[in-house]
């Protein structure tokens, strides 16, 4: 029974063979074809519609290269994706988000959301003896990256450019020498990303001791490659490179730099296209309009790309194969397998600092369980959001019958203690403006359970300095040490009767202690020991009013969640910011309760929020009291206008978004309308205030490179009103 079941195994396989290779003695008088891809950014769309040509006119190509986008399509196209499969992961894709590199605020590590909130991202910059290091670009490529390997199914298996079933070469440049860099083996996904690396916006790509950037520089329609790669007779080449500006829209540093890059690249491409002959075919989507940065505009691209294929159809429909020999030709290229190997061990590389617990905190995929895309990527961006690593991939490797899921985590070469800056600066007409320029020396993994050091100051209208030092208790880090300490100066206005009848200079030391845990990726819970003294000495004002000089020491529990998806200016998620103080010395305890929330309805995203200040046991002291004013904080008042106990207030804002900031920028700007009420039950300023106080503002803002930014109106019935602009970081 087993030698019959052999024998027609045998004679099924030499049925097969005999069929393709009938198919092909068929074909055998066709020339072979090469395909190029040139680069071109978002405009590089058009190569799918191209694709769509080839596929209904049934021509087969012997092989493939691209350059950019171009080496992205024909990466995916080589790994066995149909263009079809590849306009619906384009569709998929959020393109605003994509260039993003950190996952969405609500998935990053507390202690990455603290500096978030404190410092700009961008300003990041390496510390160490031998001197000062930055990151390699504006965008690091993390989810990029994570998508490259959905595109390939990398959950599968490794896949390899010498292993794929058809020819490809993918064309990057070495930034160190200016030389070509063809690749034609290694890994697929890592070829991709280095020949997309836009310097400047994208991080170099290190492989094999040389930082690789895009191959646009050097070879953006890259003809002479195939013509070697596979003695192609016919060359197809699709150049879809943006035009260079006219003169007179070159102006700033941003169009003189992409002018250069533009011009670079022109030149390439005029020597590469002399290289065609008279039997070649060239494409050139009509793609007016459209721009490298255009993502959202895929679809508008790969019709332009069909249409162009579509225009030279008589030439494309002479390289035509017969159905069989077409089926055959494809057959061997389509990815066949449809779900992943299942997971026989897990491997952690690369980690020289951190530890893998850090790592395997975030690990979802057990041994004995396949990999899905959508969680293995959720789990590689939340520790990415730690802040330690310039990037984290991973590959599945078959190794002896066995499937081995290898995690690759690169800490940043610049770590690990860095350098932070922020600015801000805030004008109203009630009482002036402010400005201040904040830094922060960050030491990281000072120990091997991530301990952290933070010396921060500030200069300007408001002086400060302090330390925070951070201890993990385990290696997943789910339990801390915290110590504080600082000293600092700001200004207290007084107001009475809507108008400034005093100005103090308020000093305050501190230091404190704290237990606690990291409740997963919601935030943190305290409980620990505090000690304040506060120094209030009269600036400007009568003589008369008095002075103020406070101890305050007790027991403070807090909890800190924070599941919004953006630092500021949210869409979606929810916060609560709760605390208690305890002071058995000055005979009070202090609540407070920040409770706040945000949706989105398309264009339009809803907030709300709910704040309450009050004293449980005895009355709150002057030098500790709650306070109204300033920005969404019952906005028509001047900040710290209110002072008081017993605080309770909400606010309900709409704001509609009108635009975006550009690609690897992660927020928008809005124009908002808040509505706030809030009512002091035991009133210090303002004393003659009682009742519900009201406040609407309109305002204009969102989020910017320099941290959140809004100008805007408020206006109370009660008969105040504020003119605001603010800039930076609160």
Known sequence: MILLLRRLAAVFIFSLFFQSTVAFAADAARPRIGLVLGGGGARGAAHIGVLEVLQKLRVPIDCVAGTSMGALIAGAWAAGMSPEKMREALAAADWNDIFVD??????????????????LPGSESGVSATGVAYQGGVVAGQKI????????RANQGERNIEELPLPLSIIATDIGTGERVVFRDGALTTAMRASMSVPGLLAPVDHHGRKLVDGGLVDNLPISEVRERCQADVVIAVNVGS????ADEVGSLLTVSAQMVGILTEQNVSR???????GDIYLQPELKGITAADFTKHAESAESGRLAAEGAIEKLARLSASESAYAAWWQAIEVSRRSSPRIDAIEIVGLERANQGVIERYLSVQPGETIRPSVINRD???????????????????????NILRVMPIEKRWGPDYARFAINLQADNSQGSTFGLRAAYHQTWLNHLGGELIYHGEIGSNNRLGINYYQPLDARQRLFFEGTAG????????????????????????????????????GPVRVGWVQRHRYFELDIGDPSLPRGDKKMTGWKASLD???????????????AQLSWFESPGSNYARADADLRGAYAFGGTVFNARLRYTGSPRGNLPVFDAGTLGGFLNLTAFAPSQIIGDDIRYVGVRGEQIIGRLPLGLRGDMRIGLALEMAKVGSPYSESTRVGVLDSAALYLG?????????????????????????????
């Open 702 to 730: 969102g989020q910017t490179p320099f941290g959140p930014a809004y100008v805007g109106f408020g206006y109370s019935t009660s008969g105040v009103s504020n003119l605001f602009l603010f800039v930076g970081t609160p």
């Open 102 to 119: 950190n996952p969405e605020y609500a998935e990053m590590s507390y202690r990455n959301k603290l500096v978030s909130r404190s410092y």
């Open 243 to 246: 035009p260079l500006l006219k």
């Open 561 to 575: 969640f924070d599941q919004f998806d953006r630092v500021y200016f949210p869409t979606r998620g929810w916060a």
């Open 145 to 152: 990256k994570l998508f490259f390997n959905q595109l390939v």
């Open 272 to 278: 590469s296209l002399a290289m065609l002959k008279p």
């Open 487 to 522: 000293a600092g100066q700001t200004r207290l206005n007084v107001y009475e009767d809507d108008k400034r009848i005093a100005q103090y200079r308020d000093s305050e030391t501190g230091v404190g202690a704290y237990l606690g845990a990291n409740i997963g990726l919601l």
């Open 380 to 402: 590689l961006l939340r520790m990415y959001g730690d802040g330690y690593y310039e990037s984290v991939d991973y590959t599945v490797l078959a190794q002896r019958d066995r």
